[in-house]
């Protein structure tokens, strides 16, 4: 099926036919009940072909409709965009561990188990927190063939478990939760549900904030606030079209010296890695940031051959994979002692409703902690913060020694110099 | 599909069982700038089983639609691993029904992409090419046909098709490292007329966009702030509409009793609703994924909280009639509790009578964004106006609104009599399942003490 619609798309130009199936099985608790559990099976067949210098694509779930796919990918390609690109042949690849067989053969019981196992736990602690927790596996199988020769056949594993809970005190209700995602089978529940409970005790008093400019340090979860900014800035595309505030500043200092980030996709069974990308570019470490200075964009096929670079292995559309911030030499605790008056956050909420492509953020608070004279008093409500990903990665003032695994980011906390604190009466 | 389907249900050893396959097919391309960015088709057909064994659910879904009883035998083996107590749906009539496709000046599936391609190429022009500053662009169209076909183990059998179409148009202008952005969208359960005759709304998004360029950042604060209909629409939505979700509800006592239906909400002149029958709203069904009828529900009269949105689970264990919000963003979901198109009722103050005695307040308009974790919210304006002294003064930017929920409706001091309807082609977010057409409507409303984010 699969080289019958390479062969009849090739005949109008260079084409690329991928078709993916998985499958996975879940337990979901909601509300201190398992609430279902669930199988799922799925498949994808997606064909590109480039006629005449322009790309034509379509996609269907069901392979046998291989050959109508073809047809319409070549009907669009009339209307596609202009591609100076051609497909990738074979090529050495890392070595990278992405699948695991135990994780498929994790019984339905053991997922409702491990649900359970968290949920006791939580309230166990307090049986006031209304719990939701849950445990999935899934695996899946790529082919991929194209007209340049290359045909590579990969697959994946993926086990997920996680915690998190709601506690409601009148009007005010608070989340918390933890998560590990991972392509083996490693994590304990045990250990994520001490990592929620963690997150609620320290919540247990709030404290109030005053209106001010105050320093910051984000959890590794809450450094999603500088990441999502900066992962817009180095895609090459928004690169190339000169929306990204970095384009044209390859080398230049745009952090702080102690600021390193790379995308790597060779890390074995971390989420998102892999030895080739969705297009059969093989993966490498790709460092973004060295010592505070810009080292490079991502890049796809296409945006590459448009800017004149070589795909990084981010196809398609220059996405990460895994992002790694590089740990410095200051644990949380010590952070937490050096700030007289502060803000520890772990998740917000609002982000991306401002204008993220040029860094600006404004975002509330969902998440958060009081530190005064180096001790984190409580949580903190109503309140926001605003400012800039790019100022603000130009002062981060210290980077954690503690990185850790928040799905397909690591980092270690980032204590960031003053940033404006509104907070609500 | 009808005859497989029942005959597939029959035996599954659940005490409730359902199928829901779905077909779709659809278009999507986008510009960015000059360049068409993509253009692309897909096509896709797959189906969820669902049983319920004593109160638990499992779920199997697939793309293959073979074996549809050895589905619903999976189903109802992972529903045993759950079954608890008793557990039990809403009764409900049984139904059998062909619904047919809302009304379609031209099915866009008839429309060659040629036109489709020229038609956003037209109002990404425009929006190029009116104004120097005008950076870049993002120019997009998008079409989806679905047909739902749902069976279940009580003889309910139906066919609805759900045509869908949107249009998003955003201009970005750029003076230095100021970047402003426009946006203006439309979306519609109906067919390719929706996406002509657009060239007003590129040519505001692209005004719009420059404008701001030369407009000051907001100065952080607390303000009485006046919504425009499209912000009140996200409010009513977000802040307040997904705490009427049952599902959030029903087994949570502490949530319970905060949404406890006879409660004071806000004051006497605050009427919320929901109606998923609305004839031609964007969130419009005759039925929902249930097979359940759908109808006007207050959530808000009179200032009191009167109703919540049901699936048949949680209106049996709560005891309430049904409201057909039981929705599924596609075959891979399974229909969980959702709004259909929310609204805040008009009241009858003009909009001078809003803005007439504010020393110093904002008029924050059209939405960029909205978040919410409970009984927190943020959202973001697209821009909005200093109100001075009784008038609306000079544009700002950067408008960001947060804070409680409970406060807030109480603080909503005035409503006007000038109900509209957003028909942006935006989209709701729950439980993963995203972007579920929703119609958002409201009139302008004003509330006191709203805490504004900005630099300060």
């Not at chain 1, 899934?138 to 994946?156: I, P, Q």
């Not at chain 2, 007329?193 to 966009?209: N, P, Q, S």
Request: proline share 4%; aromatic share 6%; glycine share 12%.
């Amino acid at each position: 099926m699969i080289e019958r619609a390479l062969e009849l798309a090739s005949g109008y130009g260079p084409a690329e036919i991928t078709f993916a199936q998985g499958r996975s099985t879940r337990a979901e608790y909601e509300d201190d009940r398992l609430k279902q559990v669930g199988v799922a099976q799925g498949s994808h067949l997606g064909v590109r072909v480039i006629v005449d210098g322009r790309l034509g694509r379509a996609s269907a779930t069901d392979p046998r409709e291989a050959e109508a796919v073809v047809a319409r990918a070549v009907e669009l390609a009339e209307f596609g965009s202009e591609v100076k690109f051609d497909f990738p042949g074979s090529a050495v690849a890392p070595q990278v561990k992405t699948y695991d067989p135990e994780v498929e053969r994790t019984p339905k019981a053991e997922l409702v188990a491990a649900g359970a196992e968290m949920l006791a736990l939580v309230k166990a602690y307090n049986a006031e927190i209304k719990v939701g927790a849950g445990a999935s596996w899934s695996v899946g199988e790529r082919r991929l063939v194209n007209s340049s020769g290359l045909d590579l056949s990969d697959r994946g594993s993926r086990f997920t478990i996680g915690v998190g809970g709601v506690l409601v005190r009148g009007t005010d209700i608070l989340f918390a939760g933890h998560g590990r995602d991972w392509r083996t089978k490693g994590a304990a529940p045990r250990e994520v549900a001490a990592r929620a409970i963690a997150k609620f005790r320290l919540a247990e008093r709030t404290a109030d904030v005053a209106s001010k400019p105050m320093p910051v340090i984000f959890t590794p979860a809450g450094s999603f606030v500088l990441l999502a900014s900066l992962l817009m800035g180095v895609n090459g595309k928004n690169v190339l079209k000169g929306d990204s505030p970095l384009a044209g500043r390859l080398g230049d200092e745009i952090a702080a010296p102690g600021f390193s980030l790379s995308d790597n996709a060779t890390v074995d069974y971390a989420p998102a890695s892999g030895a080739y990308d969705d297009e059969g570019t093989p993966r490498r470490k790709v460092d973004i940031i060295t010592g505070g200075r810009l080292a490079s964009f991502l890049y796809d096929l296409e945006t590459a051959s448009k800017a004149g670079a070589q795909s990084t292995g981010h196809g398609r559309g220059g996405g990460a994979s895994n992002l790694v911030i590089a740990p410095g030499d200051t644990s949380l605790a010590e952070l937490v002692k050096g700030t007289a008056e502060g803000l520890l956050v772990d998740s917000v909420m609002g982000l991306g409703q401002s204008n993220i492509m040029n860094g600006d953020f404004s975002v509330n608070v969902s998440l958060g902690y009081k530190i005064e004279q180096g001790e984190i008093v409580g949580r903190v409500k109503n309140t926001m913060f605003a400012g800039n990903v790019y100022d603000a990665l130009m002062r981060v003032e210290a980077v954690g020694s503690e990185p850790e695994w928040i799905g397909s980011l690591c980092a270690p906390p980032l204590l960031v110099g003053a940033l404006s604190v509104v907070a609500q009466k | 599909m009808r005859d497989r389907m029942q005959e597939a249900l029959r035996g599954s050893g659940a005490d409730y069982a359902e199928i829901r396959i779905e077909r779709e097919e659809g278009t999507a391309l986008s510009f960015r700038g000059a360049e068409l960015d993509q253009i692309v088709t897909g096509s896709s057909v797959g189906g969820m089983a669902r049983a319920l064994v004593r109160g638990g659910w499992g779920i199997v879904t697939f793309n293959d639609l073979s074996e549809l009883r050895e589905k619903l035998r999976e189903a109802a083996a992972c529903a045993r691993l759950v079954a608890r107590e008793r557990g039990e749906l809403a009764e409900v009539s049984r139904i059998e029904q062909a619904i047919p496709a809302p009304a379609m000046e031209r099915d866009f599936r008839g429309v060659p992409v040629a036109e489709k391609k020229r038609v956003i190429e037209q109002y990404n022009d425009l929006m190029l090419g009116l104004h120097p500053r005008i950076h870049t662009t993002h120019a997009s169209y998008s079409d989806r046909y679905r047909q739902v076909y749902f069976a279940n183990s009580e003889g309910s059998y139906f066919e609805d098709t759900r045509p869908d179409v949107t249009v998003a148009l955003t201009a970005v202008a750029r003076d230095g490292n100021l970047v402003q952005q426009g946006r203006e969208r439309v979306g519609r359960a109906g067919g390719f007329e929706a996406a002509v005759g657009l060239e007003a709304k590129a040519e505001a998004a692209a005004r719009r966009a420059a404008d701001l360029l030369a407009a000051p950042p907001v100065q952080g604060g607390s303000y009485t702030v006046v919504l425009d209909p499209q912000l009140g629409g996200v409010f009513a939505h977000e802040a307040f509409g997904h705490l009427s979700e049952a599902d959030h509800v029903y087994e949570n006592e502490k949530l319970r009793e905060l949404m406890t239906l006879g409660k004071r909400f806000g004051p006497n002149h605050l009427n919320i609703v929901d109606d998923g029958s609305l004839p031609g709203g964007r969130g419009t069904h005759l039925l929902d994924d249930e097979g359940v009828p759908t109808r006007k529900t207050h959530l808000v009269k009179d200032g009191i909280l009167v109703g919540r949105l049901h699936n048949r689970e949680t209106a049996a264990k709560m005891g309430e009639a049904v409201t057909g919000n039981a929705r599924a963003v596609g075959w891979s979901f399974a229909p969980i509790v959702r709004m259909t198109n929310t609204y805040i009722e008009p009241g009858t103050a003009s909009f001078e009578d809003l803005i007439r005695d504010i020393e110093l307040g904002l008029y924050a308009r059209d939405m960029m964004g909205g978040q919410t974790m409970m009984e927190m919210f943020t959202f973001s304006a697209a821009y909005g106006y200093m109100i001075r002294s009784g008038e609306v003064a000079e544009l700002v930017r950067d408008v960001v609104l947060t804070g409680n929920v409970f406060q807030t409706l109480h603080n909503i001091d005035l409503i006007a009599d000038d109900l509209a309807w957003d028909d942006g082609g935006g989209g709701c977010g729950k439980g993963g399942q995203s972007p579920l057409p929703v119609g958002l409507g409201s009139p302008h409303v004003r509330m006191r003490e709203v805490v504004v984010g900005g630099r300060q």
